[in-house]
């Protein structure tokens, strides 16, 4: 493997962290320097239906393709009429299964891989590392505050699983959960080799070792000294993403045509997330009204599909604008 081979691959990898599929014509994959019969062959890139449009290189617009005698045709508004370039027409698209296989066999995982959300959470499996027994998640555009919603609504609510992330790690102020005992970028565990994808379990089982060897001796959890406060503010946090995540998995099974069944969050589900005692939750969540709702939205599908579409409005107003159309 060569360097300029290494780079390149990071940036196939790196995209994973784009939401949705990505779709590049010729022209924008020879300027990352894929290999494109070598992506093609280790099912990487696969071919994508033509373009409905392209970009005219003459001016910068939209140009409509249309087939002509089975040639395809671009009607750009300002030039007119003219045959594109095939480097335009030939579209490939991402496929990132190769890169989950691989992280399955080099971390010797066991139990099957599921697919929580489509193009954006697996279950991988379970896996043997640094003396552990550990779930390992795979997860795409932690970063979006939308998808960490659903993300975090999916991820079982204990800590002891490990998440592998496609791209950049999770930004303190958009996923402020993740810990780095647990989370790992994929840029530094899979590499594309002469023979192929290899993966690297050392930067998990140092990490691991090293925090096991430096961890203090388990103090009891926060107990009655937690402020009442900041319980609230984690139970509403917690609350808050796991119904949009909630909502997100009720319309991709609907999309799907896959059975959907509501997952509720009870008062005990808190008491382990949180360390804390049940009175403590108990109290959290009947002071704060606002809490409370939440709560009550948790345990009812119409309130929580409710709510869930308030919570992402307003999420939508404070972004301010939609976010930008991913590169096609
Ligand atoms: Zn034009």
Same mark, same amino acid.
């Given at each position: ?25 010729? &022209? ?8 494109? +019969? $070598? %992506? /093609?062959?280790?099912?990487?890139? #696969?071919?994508?239906? =033509? ?23 671009? &009607? ?8 594109? +370039? $095939? %480097? /335009?027409?030939?579209?490939?698209? #991402?496929?990132?299964? =190769? ?34 027994? $550990? ?46 005992? $647990? ?146």
């Amino acid at each position: 493997m060569n360097s300029s081979t290494s780079t390149s691959f990071n940036k196939f990898l790196q995209m994973g962290s784009v939401i949705g599929d990505a779709e590049l014509d010729e &022209a924008e994959i020879a300027s990352l320097k894929w290999n494109i +019969p $070598r %992506y /093609q062959q280790l099912g990487l890139l #696969v071919p994508a239906s =033509p373009p409905h449009e392209i970009y005219c290189e003459t001016c910068d617009e939209m140009a409509k393709i249309f087939y002509f005698n089975g040639t395809a045709q671009a &009607a750009c508004p300002k030039c007119g009429i003219y045959t594109p +370039p $095939r %480097y /335009q027409l030939n579209l490939w698209r #991402v496929c990132y299964k =190769p890169v989950i296989q691989s992280l399955y066999t080099g971390l010797g995982c066991t139990e099957s891989t599921d697919l929580i959300i489509p193009n954006v959470l697996w279950k991988l499996g379970r896996c043997g590392v640094a003396g552990q027994s $550990r779930l390992v998640y795979v997860a795409r555009g932690i970063n979006n505050p939308k998808t960490n919603a659903s993300i975090i609504g999916n991820l079982p609510n204990n800590r002891t699983f490990l998440l592998l992330v496609f791209g950049n790690l999770p930004q303190k102020n958009a996923c402020p959960d993740f810990e780095a005992d $647990r989370v790992f970028s994929i840029n530094s565990l899979v590499s594309l080799g002469e023979d192929g994808l290899h993966t690297d379990t050392a930067p998990i089982r140092e990490t691991l070792e090293l925090l096991l060897k430096t961890a203090l001796p388990k103090v009891r959890g926060p107990g009655k000294n937690a402020k009442i406060g900041d319980v609230q503010i984690k139970i509403r946090d917690r609350l808050e993403a796991h119904i949009i995540g909630e909502y997100d998995r009720m319309e991709t099974c609907e999309r799907l045509d896959m059975q959907y069944e509501f997952k509720t969050l009870l008062q005990k589900d808190f008491v382990k997330m949180l360390q804390v005692n049940k009175v403590m939750v108990h109290r959290a969540i009947r002071e704060d009204p606002y809490v409370n709702d939440l709560f009550k939205a948790s345990q009812d599908f119409d309130l929580m599909c409710a709510t869930a579409r308030h919570l992402l409005k307003e999420e939508q107003k404070a972004l301010g604008k939609r976010p930008k159309p991913q590169a096609s």
